[in-house]
């Protein structure tokens, strides 16, 4: 887990508060759980000003202030926070000294693990220090954060060497019974076994900023400051470059000034010398300009001892200062550190289709912050900026996208000098749905052919094919695309014109075909009577002589040439109930031998038995049409969560009881995390 929000400040000279009761851990793996309590007394010149951040208490359980562990025993530290009043999910963050966050460390030596309950709605936070040595030793801090609410800990561990009581020759000399003198008999196998040589391994060092930018190479100067929070870094390495020069001996100091001197902002530091004798009048310069006794600025004697104190460090302090005894004067530079930077306000997972825009956002804890994003652990270069658009506003720093592909997939990194945010990127391929088809058309000589369409998305584009071959506009042909429409005219139809026309959209394996019939006029020119004949041409999936399958929303059209002289009179009927509309969705077009019955949009209310009769003197001709539309099943009913786990749960239904006329083949089911407003499949 990453820290979100601003940690409490601490200053160079970090000290611990002295062990009360060394808690002692035995070598088996233990937890250091205790009852929340008070927030611990720190030493002065450890804390920052607290008004730049307020805590909150959100800890229920905290690490003691103090533990001692063996020497190669492991230790575990517990920490808890009550998540019930929360708006966001707590970040935590196990810190070392000063700014060095464990996470980085994580690996053989430290380990993190975190749990949550969610009954009690407790996260519960674990770091295991599997085996202890020298270097464990040192003063640690806990951090845990939540949009605007914080907290922190401090504690100390101390590391005690193993008794070498196996180390003692007379231990080997204990007979192995009870029986007196006599008893037993002598332990030789102890004395024979070779005892290795410990070495004290030399205390670790706490990190100086100038020694190490004093040693590094010129190129790693960026990455140093970037890492250790330098703002003005040409400043400093113009001080750092006045150094190299030697200062004369004098006689007025016995102890001079350090070389520099590091402090974080607000935090407190001491800058002492010592005099050669007595009577010595002092002066403390900063850039020159005598320095006088304030607020902030304490001028201490002790003795022999000089010493200036400068309480809550800004930036203004960051200068040279000099201590002026007479004619001599010894010099040194104070770096004020800001406090590292920490995400306020993490990265969301997105999820997103092909084209689509992305844009991951991430809130600081500083304005105008460096920040380093990164793709699959890659730093994002420069060379990138026509595919990546990286921007900042205030405290906020975003990341875009403007029409993603599957390669930008993967895990995305915002990393600051203090802490880091990671997020996930999803990237399916576009699902294209017809919302609309079209169907055979049947028309005379002369007659305008319109096949229209629509699809789920308006900015794809598509062609026409005329019996596979495409098809190029012209003054009698016209082809549009105005949002989801697609249109293909055909004016003054010919016989020509008769094929199969078929849309296929862009870039997805889809088509949408229907055919055009060229009708032609038979004129009879012998005076006779004809018995009327139905000729039935409908649009539709066939199931069977008598049957038509529509799916709902697309369009039905039941074309019937007729024939009979003289020509019969044509009558529809639905579920045995006459139908004479000529206008609406539902519509009967007549003309001269030829009626149409036609369904816009089909619904679940169109599936019926229809019966055309015609007649004329010489007679009657009667068909029966079973209309079946096929529509999206009815949601399952009664719909129950029967089990919940951290990560799964079990869900029971009732089958529909609508399956939309043909047999159900599966169930979808979304689900979506607490802190986002995505749903995923």
């Known amino acids: 887990s990453q820290a979100t929000g601003r940690a409490e400040q601490r200053s160079s000279e970090t000290t611990m508060p002295e062990p009360k009761k060394p808690v002692k851990a035995v070598p088996q793996p233990e937890q250091a759980q205790v009852a929340a309590e008070p927030q611990i007394e720190q030493p002065e010149n450890d804390v920052a000003d607290h008004a730049q951040q307020q805590l909150t208490g959100l800890f229920t359980v905290k690490p003691p202030e103090t533990l001692c562990v063996q020497m190669g025993a492991a230790l575990t530290l517990i920490a808890k926070v009550d998540a019930t009043a929360l708006v966001k999910k707590p970040c935590i963050k196990w810190i070392k000294g000063k700014w060095l ?44 954060t939540s949009k605007d609410q914080c907290d922190s800990v401090a504690f100390n561990i101390d590391v005690e060497a193993t008794e070498a009581t196996a180390d003692n020759l ?5 007979r192995t019974g009870e029986a007196g003198e006599d008893a037993g008999e002598l332990d030789f196998s102890g004395l024979l076994k070779k005892r290795d040589v410990k070495e004290v391994s030399a205390p670790v060092e706490e990190v100086d900023v100038w020694e190490i930018l004093k040693n590094a190479k010129p190129c790693d100067f960026e990455k140093i400051a970037f890492q250790y929070g330098i703002t003005d870094l040409r400043g400093m390495l113009k001080r750092l470059k006045k150094k190299k020069r030697v200062e004369k001996k004098t006689d007025s100091f016995t102890k001079k000034l350090e070389a520099a001197y590091q402090v974080d902002k607000g935090g407190k530091i001491r800058m002492s010398i010592e005099l050669g004798g007595p009577n010595m009048e002092v002066k403390w310069l900063k850039n020159g300009k005598e320095i006088r006794p304030s607020g902030r600025y304490i001028f201490e004697m002790i003795g022999l001892k000089r010493v200036l104190t400068i309480k809550n460090c800004t930036l203004a302090d960051d200068a040279e200062y000099e201590c002026v005894i007479g004619e001599d004067k010894c010099t040194a530079d104070l770096f004020v550190r800001e406090p590292p930077v920490v995400i306020i306000v993490p990265l969301d997972d997105q999820h997103v289709y092909v084209e689509d825009r992305v844009e991951f956002d991430c809130e600081v804890s500083e304005e105008g912050a460096v920040v380093v994003w990164s793709k699959n652990g890659v730093d994002l270069t420069r060379d990138e900026a026509l595919k990546f658009r990286i921007k900042k506003d205030g405290k906020k720093h975003f990341l875009i996208i403007n029409e993603v592909t599957k390669g930008d997939a993967g895990r995305y990194k915002i990393k600051t000098n203090g802490g880091e945010s990671e997020a996930d990127l999803i990237v399916e391929d576009k699902v294209l749905e017809v919302l609309q088809s079209f169907a055979d058309l049947t028309l005379k000589a002369q007659e305008q052919a319109v096949f229209k369409c629509e699809v789920s998305d308006d900015k794809v584009t598509g062609k026409w094919l005329k019996n596979g071959i495409e098809v190029i506009p012209s003054k009698r042909i016209h082809i549009t695309h105005k ?30 075909s229907a055919k055009l019939n060229f009708l032609e006029i038979k004129v009879d020119y012998v005076p006779r009577q004809e018995p009327p004949k139905i000729h039935l041409d409908c649009t539709g999936t066939v199931v069977s002589q008598n049957t038509i399958v529509v799916v709902a929303g697309n369009k039905l059209r039941l074309d019937v040439d007729i024939s009979g002289e003289p020509p019969p009179v044509v009558t529809w009927f639905k579920s045995d109930q006459e139908f004479t509309e000529t206008e609406g969705r539902c519509r009967i077009e007549t003309r001269e031998c030829h009626s149409s019955f036609i369904v816009e949009g089909a619904l679940r209310e169109d599936e019926a038995k229809y019966n055309i009769v015609v007649k004329n003197p010489a007679g009657e001709d009667k068909c029966v049409i079973l209309v079946k539309v096929v529509d999206v099943p009815d949601p399952p009913e009664n719909v129950k969560i029967t089990g919940i786990g951290d990560d799964w749960c079990t869900a029971a239904w009732d089958v529909p009881k609508f399956d939309g006329g043909q047999p159900l083949t599966g169930y979808l089911l979304e689900r979506k995390k607490k802190t986002s407003s995505r749903w995923m499949k």
């Open 101 to 144: 966050d464990l996470k980085s460390k994580a690996g053989s030596v430290y380990q993190f693990k975190e749990e949550f309950d969610s009954k009690t709605k407790v996260y519960t936070y674990e770091m295991k220090i599997v085996k202890a040595d020298k270097t464990t030793a040192g003063a640690y801090r806990c951090e845990v």
């Open 170 to 174: 007379l231990t080997s000399f204990k």
């Open 483 to 512: 949002g989801r429409i697609h249109k293909l005219v055909i004016d003054g139809i010919t016989p020509d014109d008769e094929a199969d026309y078929t849309f296929i959209p862009n870039g997805y394996a889809l088509s949408i």
